[in-house]
């Protein structure tokens, strides 16, 4: 089981805006940035958000990141059908020993 | 343009150490950044397994660090990974990525190899 918890998985129509939730604690999101990578089936995952809400160049900007307290949430507008892919956030726990830690990725479903 | 290639063993023996190096072009390791390593079960989600700095520092995920190695080779711009006493649970595709960031809360992967399939089975 994930410390990040984000959704299973998320659907939505051409057009429509979608969000994917990712939800951690003080020890990793509060302190720390979350980065947000897409993986298309088959392919390596991209980095899509980094520092909570900084875009890549490259990556359009209806993709967008935000952080509030222990929770983060990517958003996609204007979704098209190649943004169907699995989605997983990220960040830095400080518990332990430390450890880079995913949550368990969202398949997001363009219907 | 930064370039990740993996290589090794497809399939390795349980009890054995899998190995797997990643080549790099494009940019030369010992310039800077940190590299690192994650898997992916099959049909599951992503682990990091741990992090070099070209310096040769390392970070290793609590849950494998008593058997994961990772080491660097600037002369030949690659760095490597081994994990020890292999089991099933460690069949996964593996990937290589350059980090940014220069302090831990700040990393993400900006760069990503393909990834290599690696079996644990007799």
């Known amino acids: 089981q994930s410390v990040l918890t984000q959704p299973p998985s998320t659907s939505g129509t051409p057009g429509q805006r979608v969000t994917i939730s990712c939800s951690g604690s003080?020890?990793?999101?509060?302190?720390?940035?979350v980065s947000w990578y897409q993986q298309l089936p088959g392919t390596a995952p991209k980095v899509l958000i980094y520092?909570?809400?900084q875009r890549p160049s490259g990556v359009p900007d209806r993709i967008s990141g935000s952080k509030s307290g222990t929770s983060a949430s990517l958003a996609i507008s204007g979704l098209r059908s190649e943004d169907e892919a699995d989605y997983y956030c990220?960040?830095?726990?400080?518990?332990?020993?430390?450890?880079?830690?995913f949550g368990g990725g969202t398949k997001l479903t363009v219907l | 343009q930064v370039q990740l290639q993996e290589s090794g063993p497809g399939l390795v023996k349980p009890s054995e150490t899998l190995s797997l190096t990643c080549s790099v072009s494009?940019?030369?390791?010992?310039?800077?950044?940190?590299w690192g390593w994650i898997r992916q079960p099959p049909g599951k989600g992503l682990e990091w397994i741990g992090t070099?700095?070209?310096?040769?520092?390392?970070y290793y995920n609590p849950s494998l660090k008593s058997r994961v190695t990772i080491s660097v080779d600037t002369s030949k711009n690659q760095f490597s990974l081994r994990v020890t006493s292999v089991t099933a649970a460690d069949t996964a595709v593996y990937y290589c990525?350059?980090?940014?960031?220069?302090?831990?809360?700040?990393?993400?992967?900006?760069?990503w190899g393909r990834g290599s399939l690696v079996t644990v089975s007799s």
């Open positions: 990525a350059r980090q940014q960031g220069w302090l831990v809360r700040d990393w993400y992967f900006d760069f």
């Open positions: 494009g940019y030369s390791i010992s310039s800077g950044y940190y």
């Open positions: 070099i700095y070209h310096s040769g520092s390392t």
């Open positions: 003080s020890s990793n999101i509060e302190k720390n940035y």
């Open positions: 520092r909570n809400n």
């Open positions: 990220a960040a830095w726990d400080d518990s332990l020993s430390g450890n880079v830690i």
